[in-house]
């Protein structure tokens, strides 16, 4: 049964070429300003606030299971 996972790799030196639509949506997407966003119905924080924070005390980190096999007789 032949594999559907496909791979990529990207050299960040050698970016891929963008098409005419692609460059005219980035240009868009920079010339746009951060003028048009609403926050009033976001709270303002004290000034203090980030001196007293703290991490969740509920949060947990996922732990996923691992399996590793081992190959010939290495």
């Known amino acids: 049964m032949p594999s559907k996972v496909v791979k990529h790799s990207v050299d960040p030196a050698k970016p891929m070429k963008l098409t005419a639509k692609q ?5 868009a997407l920079r010339s ?13 924080l004290p000034k203090d606030f980030l001196k007293t924070a703290i991490r969740n005390p509920f949060y947990r980190t996922v732990k ?11």
């Open 23 to 27: 460059k005219a949506e980035v240009t």
């Open 64 to 74: 996923a299971p691992t399996t590793s096999q081992r190959l010939g007789n290495l």
């Open 32 to 44: 746009r300003r951060d003028v048009g966003f609403e926050y009033s119905d976001i709270a303002p």
